[in-house]
């Protein structure tokens, strides 16, 4: 059977994992066959690595994304741009005839979203959205739980997600920081988090109120820990080395090779300043959320606190599942395993009325994202054809509902106002 063919836009440093699939991984089953980026210096490296991984995949500069599709012959194209680029990228795929495999969040706003739609619609291609944490084992097992009937039907969601000052700090100082970039940690971030609800709850979001704001990652912050005399960057800031914030790209390699040997080309810093008064995301936010099961989820998600995971419990009509996770600190870029679980600390507690809570044992599978990315990998490149009755495939249609409870936290926290998501666009099918 012939190989199928994949060209890649957007070089950053989340698309190593997807270029590694390909190129390493899955080489019976996967070809790439091209690779573009806005940055002439990272492309060069990585068409460079590409050839010594034995892939001849030339590369493309961002304006000549078209003659790409055109002269390579993708059957599918990853999209593993910044978030703000994702809706034109998957659409001029699709619109040559081309499936897509896109990086979470789908896109940013409603507008762009309507445009994938409608593009999905005209073209009758299709997209996937990779979301790695469907395929955590033990994520999987709070899914089978609640689809097995164990609570009853699910009444409401607690749902709290912490990002310590690691993790957290480093949306704030890379282009998430902006919301016309990122959307903000509502879309970039929670995506993740509103599509596992969706996808445990087997339902959908119909309004959502939100409040939200800056408070840690500000300037005063730096004055109160006496960080005066600041640089917009790190690397040549007077006080970063009594900064507990700094991050040296000269001692991380990937970062380095990635982003510090091709500033350049495009004078992109990965290092900035995380208290620059030019940030203008929230770090922290609550939600409410109204879904079309009946059920009403409370969520939260906090940027700046000092340790790292989630905690997530489901009321029923017959109990409560509890599901605990702490997860393992970390720079994109800086460490060998992002998000890996912490298995002593990670429990699901299941307690039907009228009887004792008892433990279930947790299925744990090391490696990153608590051991989601390389089952999630399998599955898009391997592309096996056997059911899977957790329906962790997600499509254009599950990108979207996860992103727009996100896109309507952004717009109440803007307007103080309730949001109803059918109103955000037309043509949207359930997943």
């Given at each position: ?12 440093l ?63 194209v ?81 749902f ?19 919301k ?14 509103f599509?596992?609800v ?50 040296d ?37 609550t ?31 017959l ?6 996770c ?10 060998p ?13 299941l307690?039907?009325?009228?009887e ?76």
């Amino acid at each position: 059977m012939a190989r199928k063919r994949y060209a890649q836009v957007g070089l950053g440093l989340r698309s190593w994992l997807f270029s590694l699939a390909v190129v390493r991984d899955h080489t019976e089953q996967a070809e790439l066959v091209g690779l573009c980026d806005v940055n002439a210096g990272r492309l060069a490296h990585r068409v460079d690595w590409a050839r010594g991984a034995g892939a001849s995949a030339p590369g493309y500069a961002a304006e000549d994304f078209d003659r790409m599709l055109i002269e390579t012959r993708p059957d599918c194209v990853i999209v593993t741009t910044p978030d703000r680029d994702h809706a034109a990228y998957v659409c001029r795929a699709m619109e040559h005839g081309c499936d897509v495999i896109s990086e979470k969040p789908l896109t940013i706003d409603a507008p762009s979203l309507q445009r994938i739609l409608d593009t999905e619609r005209a073209t009758g291609r299709r997209c996937r959205v990779a979301f790695n944490y469907r395929y955590s084992p033990y994520r999987a097992q709070v899914k089978q739980l609640l689809a097995s009937g164990a609570i009853g039907q699910v009444l409401s969601v607690d749902f709290h997600w912490l990002l310590d000052t690691r993790h957290g700090a480093d949306y704030f100082r890379r282009w998430h920081r902006e919301k016309q970039s990122s959307g903000g940690l509502l879309v970039h971030k929670a995506t993740h988090h509103f599509d596992l609800v969706n996808w445990w709850l087997d339902s959908v979001p119909s309004a959502v109120q939100a409040s939200g704001g800056r408070g840690y990652y500000t300037p005063a912050t730096a004055e109160r820990l006496g960080l005066t005399s600041r640089s917009e960057r790190c690397l040549d800031c007077a006080p970063a080395a009594q900064c507990p914030f700094r991050l040296d790209l000269r001692a991380e390699k990937l970062l380095a090779v990635t982003y510090l040997d091709h500033e350049d080309h495009d004078g992109y810093f990965r290092d900035q300043c995380v208290f620059s008064d030019q940030i203008d995301i929230e770090d922290t936010m609550t939600v409410l959320v109204d879904y079309r099961s009946g059920a009403r989820m409370s969520y939260s998600l906090n940027a700046a606190v000092p340790r790292e995971g989630y905690s997530v419990a489901f009321n029923g009509t017959l109990g409560r599942l509890d599901h605990v996770c702490e997860e393992s600190s970390y720079v994109s870029g800086s460490s060998p395993v992002s998000g890996a679980m912490d298995e002593e600390k990670t429990r699901i507690t299941l307690q039907p009325h009228f009887e004792r809570a008892r433990e279930i044992p947790i299925d744990a599978t090391g490696g990153s994202h608590g051991g989601g990315d390389a089952l999630l990998l399998a599955d898009l490149f391997a592309e096996t054809t056997e059911h899977d009755p957790l329906g962790r495939a997600a499509d254009h249609r599950a990108g979207a509902w996860s992103i727009l409870t996100g896109i309507a936290a952004n717009r109440s926290i803007a307007s103080g106002e309730r949001v109803v998501v059918d109103e955000l666009v037309e043509g949207l099918e359930l997943p």
